[in-house]
């Protein structure tokens, strides 16, 4: 039943919710404190790299053009591709199209699309419950950035959980190869940099078109996390705390409705009421225009209101 703003906000079961989930965490298990250090050695280096990005010697409209471009690219691909259409399966594409779309968002080096879909079927099943690999009951910024930084138990069952892309030679080698796909990015930011002569260079173009696309893609997916668990509204009464938050919806093209996602997590649509703009949602209708998306599924709460 979807229940009105205000009735959320003074909700005192939501409250008894939340006070639960965070109540029941216990310490980390040992297993699990050590540090990843490829990961988190990856993530400082891009964190830096983006730093440099901003310094005024590598600003350029050219740079600033290849953000936006990339930028779009691969969060379309992650939520998109990865999202509704792979880890969901809302709506079907054609294999050549869903090819596309997940090698878009492989474009994010959020791991491999087999790794990034297991994950994400295995956060709907137990979201925020204490083997949630990124439980928002251990606080915002576990869930935004930290958990990734250890071990994820979670990864254990990628075959039960991401068995049909396991099955597919194509998914497999992505998995594996998709840090490649950033080299055609860097050969043509460098040269066309070098050879327009633009302010700040190839290099310029290179950290512009890469590392500071990176760290923004990572952070405004990751708010998916960390801000849609703690800030906004909810529509529907889930067993989690999952919210709908305007701007992260902006940021991530749809993303940030993300308690109308948890009510309907097989939905091609997380805009549900005629407020919530769904950038993704627009581009789905965009391709069944084209008769690139058909069987699109959407909540049965839009058949009745």
């Not at 005024?56 to 691969?74: D, E, H, M, V």
């Not at 594409?93 to 699309?113: D, F, K, N, T, Y």
């Not at 529907?236 to 093209?253: E, G, I, M, Y």
Request: net charge positive; with cysteine.
């Amino acid at each position: 039943m979807v229940s009105s703003v205000s009735q959320t906000h003074s909700s005192s079961r939501e409250l008894r919710l939340r006070a639960g989930i965070i109540a029941r965490r216990d310490p980390l298990p040992p297993s699990q404190r050590k540090i990843r250090g490829g990961t988190t050695t990856f993530m400082l280096i891009m964190h830096v790299a983006a730093c440099f990005a901003l310094l005024p010697r590598f600003w350029s409209w050219q740079g600033l053009t290849a953000l936006a471009i990339l930028y779009w690219i691969t969060v379309l691909g992650v939520t998109l591709g990865l999202h509704r259409l792979v880890a969901h399966r809302s709506f079907v594409a054609p294999r050549l199209v869903e090819r596309i779309l997940v090698i878009m968002g492989s474009l994010a080096c959020q791991s491999g699309p087999i790794e990034w879909v297991a994950l994400h079927r295995h956060h709907h099943q137990f979201s925020d419950q204490p083997n949630d690999h990124h439980d928002a009951g251990r606080g915002f910024w576990w869930s935004h950035s930290e958990w990734m930084l250890h071990e994820i138990p979670a990864l254990r069952h990628s075959q039960k959980l991401a068995g049909d892309l396991l099955a597919d030679p194509f998914f497999r080698w992505l998995d594996h190869w998709f840090l490649l796909l950033q080299i055609p990015i860097f050969l043509f930011l460098y040269w066309y940099g070098e050879i327009n002569q633009v302010h700040g260079g190839g290099l310029g173009l290179v950290l512009w078109g890469i590392p500071l696309r990176l760290v923004m893609v990572y952070h405004v997916t990751w708010l998916v996390n960390s801000a849609t668990h703690t800030f906004g509204y909810r529509n529907f009464d889930c067993p989690d705390l999952s919210r709908n938050c305007w701007w992260v919806a902006l940021l991530t093209f749809g993303e940030g409705w993300h308690n109308n996602h948890h009510a309907y997590p097989q939905s091609a649509r997380h805009g549900l009421r005629w407020f919530e703009f769904d950038i993704t949602w627009q581009h789905i209708k965009l391709l069944k225009r084209f008769g690139l998306a058909r069987k699109i599924r959407q909540a049965k709460y839009l058949q009745s209101n």
